[in-house]
């Protein structure tokens, strides 16, 4: 009986886009913090692997020099905020328009009929 012997790459390691090898995040491990903070504010704090903070300082080389490292990350932070937030409404809209296609009578004959 042959064994296949060749390496294989754990399932949570994809290939990224330059052809290198990138864990994927796994949220389960991610260690974030969120405190309140007085006057309303909040602070949240991300702890990265080794390969999570060279991918992090790998992507903020993008950053336009106009603005600073902070207004940047802040940007990222509020721009994948709102795309979250579009995403759920979008879903949310969908299923409401689903349940009044399902909750609409029909009209037989003048009369109206519920359908299940």
Same mark, same amino acid.
Request: net charge negative.
């Given at each position: @009986?042959?064994? &296949?012997?060749?390496?294989?790459?754990?399932? $949570?390691v994809i290939e990224g !886009?330059? *052809?290198n090898k990138v864990e994927k995040a796994n949220l389960e491990t991610? +260690? #974030?913090k969120?405190? &309140?903070? =007085?006057? *309303?504010? @909040? +602070? #949240?704090t991300v702890k990265l $692997?080794?390969?999570e903070a060279v991918a992090f300082r !790998?992507? =903020?080389? #993008? +950053?336009?020099?106009? #603005?600073?490292?902070e207004m940047f990350w802040k940007q990222c932070f509020m721009v994948g905020c709102n795309t979250l937030s579009n995403n759920l409404r =979008?879903?949310?809209?969908?299923?409401?328009?689903?349940q009044a296609a399902e909750e609409t009578p029909e009209i037989v004959d003048g009369k109206e009929i519920l359908t299940d």
């Open positions: @009986m042959d064994l &296949d012997t060749t390496p294989q790459e754990p399932a $949570n !886009n330059f *052809g991610a +260690k #974030i969120v405190e &309140d903070r =007085s006057r *309303g504010r @909040m +602070k #949240i $692997n080794a390969e !790998n992507f =903020s080389q #993008i +950053k336009p020099v106009e #603005i600073t490292e =979008s879903l949310v809209e969908a299923e409401r328009a689903r």
